[in-house]
């Protein structure tokens, strides 16, 4: 069976499943959860794939909503990247409801053909890409060892083939100070709301030597209890993004400073978590120019503008162990963009639903390239 072939049989397969795909869009719209608890959504996606033929490990590398869903006899092994997590108050304002389903087409795609083009498929399912580091913590658990590639799809506003992905890293900042009666006795005090106003204005004036590519944004999570008494705890939530994990850990550091020197001018004490680092994205060309000619073969256009094109997402990681893609595919918002409610309620109309069957069979077709092109199918098999 050559390329051409195998693409028709898998793309007759995507388009028969197409109304279980988007009812599985639809269903895990209606109910959102968030990152680590989404066990409806991954219990569907696992039902699915048991039903399409699929071997599924559930859960994975110790984590209750990961799982892994394989078929096919290799010698190449295609990683199918699965989300289905969504935001607190906008849900799937970031459309993996969309990415979920276009995972299970590709899934459905794929196994009509699997065996003639010499693939196996590992269906991934990622928890917690929304600020948890799913990816990474299966990285670390050894979940990617055997695969040779990866390849999902991610929706916005617009196509994009390689958008900027920056690497990008949380920090959980906590000053604890002494409170005391802020009419009466304020000098037996140590205000540590005023730690985080003092690194808040340090990180300001930081800004003027940051790069135009760096990022620094946060926000003040507990910042006293009442007016009248002087805040012994104050709490943020900043996050530090960069092009690379180099330049991010070196914005990361003066940022740091910043809140220290809250902390030394305060008298309060300071204490900082790092969360998992999310890496910056390295798209594989050959797998991308694979991705853009299947896209434009179905009517998708790149090159516009677009206002999803910088953003930072745990595919980073993945991508520093196997070769990665991860392509934009656009759907009628309206003008709205990620992480906003009017994205989320678009992320189930009439081009969302074309755009989880477009995707799935861009994948598809992506996959089988890479397996039949000699040159790219000796390059990831090498790895």
């Known amino acids: 069976m050559n390329a ?5 049989r898998a793309g007759e397969q995507v388009e028969g499943a197409r109304g279980r795909l988007v009812d599985l869009s639809h269903r895990i719209h209606a ?14 996606l696992v039902a699915e794939l048991s039903a399409a033929g699929y071997d599924v490990e559930a859960p994975v590398g110790g984590l209750e909503t990961a799982f892994v869903a394989s078929r096919g006899p290799g010698p190449l092994n295609v990683a199918i990247i699965a989300e289905y ?21 590709a899934a ?12 196996r498929v590992s269906v991934v399912g990622t928890p917690a890409e929304e600020g948890g580091n799913g990816k990474q913590a299966l990285i670390d658990a050894g979940v990617f060892g055997d695969e040779h590639f990866a390849l999902m799809v991610h929706p916005g506003p617009t196509d994009v083939l390689a958008s900027e992905i920056l690497a990008a890293q949380s920090l959980e900042v906590t000053y604890t100070g002494r409170p005391a009666h802020a009419g009466a006795f304020p ?23 940051l790069l135009s590519s760096d990022r620094v944004h946060g926000i003040v999570t507990v910042g006293g209890e009442a007016q009248n008494i002087i805040p012994a705890r104050a709490e943020g939530l900043w996050m530090v993004r960069a092009q690379t994990l180099e330049r991010m850990e070196f914005v990361r550091d003066a940022v740091r400073r910043c809140f220290e020197a809250g902390a030394l001018a305060s008298g309060a004490s300071l204490s900082i978590l790092e969360r998992p680092a999310y890496a910056d994205m390295r798209h594989d060309p050959d797998l ?5 000619a299947n896209a434009e073969a179905l009517g998708r256009t790149f090159g516009g503008d677009s206002d999803f094109n910088r953003y930072s997402t745990d595919m980073g990681n993945i991508s520093y162990v196997v070769p990665s893609i991860h392509p934009v595919i656009g759907i009628d918002a309206g003008g709205a963009s990620n992480h906003q409610p009017e994205f989320a309620a678009a992320t189930v109309n009439a081009t969302a639903d074309q755009a989880v069957v477009d995707g799935s069979l861009a994948l598809v077709w992506t996959a089988i390239d890479a397996a039949t092109n000699a040159e790219v199918h000796g390059r990831l098999l090498a790895r």
């Open 31 to 44: 109910n959102p959860e968030l990152a680590y608890e989404e066990r409806q959504a991954a219990g569907w």
């Open 187 to 209: 000098e037996r005090g140590i205000n540590a709301a005023d730690g985080l106003v003092i690194a808040q204005v340090a990180i300001g004036l930081l800004r003027q030597s």
């Open 288 to 292: 991308a120019g694979f991705y853009r």
């Open 4 to 8: 051409n072939e195998a693409k028709q």
């Open 108 to 119: 459905i795609g794929l196994a009509a053909v699997a065996d003639e083009v010499g693939l």
């Open 85 to 105: 997590d969504a935001l607190p108050e906008v849900g799937h304002a970031c459309g993996h409801n969309i990415i979920a389903a276009t995972a299970l087409g």
